[in-house]
């Protein structure tokens, strides 16, 4: 079987992110780029099939700057076996049409059996490139599951809503988004870190996926968000019971 | 050399994440409780941590002395008594390595590399520490068997490992009179003491290891009959540099925290980091460490190397990265004033597990033997 894991590079989670105002786009200089880690889980979600059976083939397919061959070097010591980088400068701020685009044109060639990503960034957050390359591939699409089956010729899994929990499979080739649900990532090991500079990764520009860059979404402002105002302080004077219970019956908060 | 190449931040970014995670928040603990966390080892086991620089055909990690040195680091800094039990364990399966024939590798290093058994070094006696050649532990060749007889004084990992690695006397011709044995575990005969009650070092268990009429097959002999000494020196030389790294891992952890502490603390209105006296202390202890750091990346270099400067370089390296260590927790733990004091800062537990490595791997007087002889012979 062969799955291809679609890697993000994003700044560290870990830090306060910055919005550029001007642009609107993420200032990528402000923290550490780190590889997603929802796009760890779904590795982890592939590489615990080649566990089990060794002849699986795990490619990680990532888009962005040049940093991002870091977060496939990652990807690769942690047990993937080759990297595709899609790199292009024109690329740069591609909002999800033009990235969902330019990933299932990269797929197109990769003869997946499994597409697995993340349900969404951790820095855009919009949660909906994943359907939007199954529509470009025309492949069934199971998403934000919060757990899977992996079968040689078929996948089931298990999806949540406001309702309940929703039963889903497909037959293979498919494209699933996994969510938090999913196990946190192995460590790579040292060996794994060593090997990974051996392993192959293809970098490819847009054209020679035949994709014509044109960003479909134009952002019209963006803006600050206003600082915080200070809250109000009880002091208590024998009376701030009765003052916290006013303040939530009035704000109708019980 | 004095740059880290990518693939070793990948290297200490894993490690970094991998302390982090499973050893720091437990630290306190684990020294409050003489916890030996034997499950986290072996979890550090599976990355590849019980081997670090053993060949790969059993196992290793195939890596170099300066991987080692920059694992150290990362691992003490969640927790040097952690950290430098994990050194002891790499320094035993480097010399099972290094000086086993293929039988002693086979059976030996796969176990040793995931740390599902651990290995401890057993060179002191209760009355011989720095003066090893005096060793008085005998072991006396009966057919096809030794049999081995004395008492092995503050063996880490001791009544927990699988493997005990023995210097002992098989010829009363001083230091050339010395050989190395592997006592597995479980041998009849081995015995272990009471667990020592330590200033430091709760997390791994101290013990005496004792042998009465013990034996074990001839087979068991490490290198040659008489080469016990020349593996226990070249071992300490690694061993030095892995506890230098060690130190510099708990110092740098102390150094990191002092910064923290100053800037949120406030006194007489400001915080204490624009005091410039404390600043200074600040700079002194990253002066201090990043010069011993630099002395253990030299030192680890040499040794890869095999360079005929090795000894002097880990002598030295081990010298000023415990002191500088030291010296940098004890500075955190004033720094921190009372807090510092407190078990639950973490401060006076790494005050406690460094003031150790200033004596064991061979004293920092030791230490100043070595490099004195040898500046004034060259």
Sequence with gaps: ?254 | MFELTEEHQAIVAMVAEFAAENIAPHAVQWDQEHHFPVDVLAQAGELGMGGIYVREDFGGSGMTRLDAALIFEELAKADPTISAYISIHNMVAWMVDRFGNDAQRAAWLPQLCTMETLASYCLTEPGVGSDAAALSTRAVRDGDEYVLNGTKQFISGAGASGLYVVMARTADTGSAGISAFLVPDGTPGLSFGALEKKMGWNAQPTRQVVFEDLRIPASNLLGEEGAGFSIAMKGLNGGRVNIGACSLGGGQAALDKSISYLKERSAFGAPLIGQQALLFQIAEMQAELESARTMVWRAADALESGSKDKVRLCAMAKLVATDAGFSAANTALQLHGGYGYLAEYGIEKIVRDLRVHQILEGSNEIMKLIIGRIAIDS
């Design chain 1, 1 to 254: 079987m062969k799955i291809v894991v679609l890697v993000k590079q994003v700044p560290d989670t870990g830090e306060e992110r910055i919005l550029d105002a001007s642009t609107g786009l993420v200032d990528r200089d402000a923290n550490d780029p780190v590889i997603d880690e929802i796009s760890e889980r779904a590795l982890e979600a592939a590489l615990s099939v080649k566990d089990r059976d060794k002849s699986t083939e795990v490619v990680v397919l990532s888009m962005g700057p040049s940093d991002a061959s870091k977060a496939i070097r990652k990807a690769l010591s942690m047990g993937a076996d080759s990297g595709i980088h899609i790199l292009d400068d024109g690329l740069l701020g591609a909002d999800a049409t033009l990235t969902a685009q330019v990933l299932a044109a990269a797929l197109r060639n990769a003869d997946a059996d499994l597409v697995i990503t993340g349900n969404e960034s951790t820095d855009g957050r919009g949660g909906v490139v994943p359907a939007m390359i199954a529509e470009h591939l025309n492949l069934p699409l199971m998403g934000s599951l919060t757990t899977v089956n992996i079968g040689s010729a078929s996948i089931s899994g298990q999806r949540r809503n406001d309702e309940g929990t929703q039963d889903v499979s497909a037959d293979l080739p498919a494209i699933i988004s996994v969510t938090e649900g999913f196990a946190e990532a192995r460590f790579p090991n040292f060996k794994g870190i060593m090997g990974a500079k051996r392993k192959p990764v293809s970098t490819l520009a847009a054209a020679e996926l035949g994709v014509n860059i044109a960003a479909r979404t134009k952002i019209s402002s963006v803006e600050t968000r206003a600082p915080r105002s200070a809250g109000s302080t009880i002091i208590d004077e024998g009376q701030a019971a009765a003052q916290l219970v006013d303040f939530l019956t009035t704000n109708r908060l019980i």
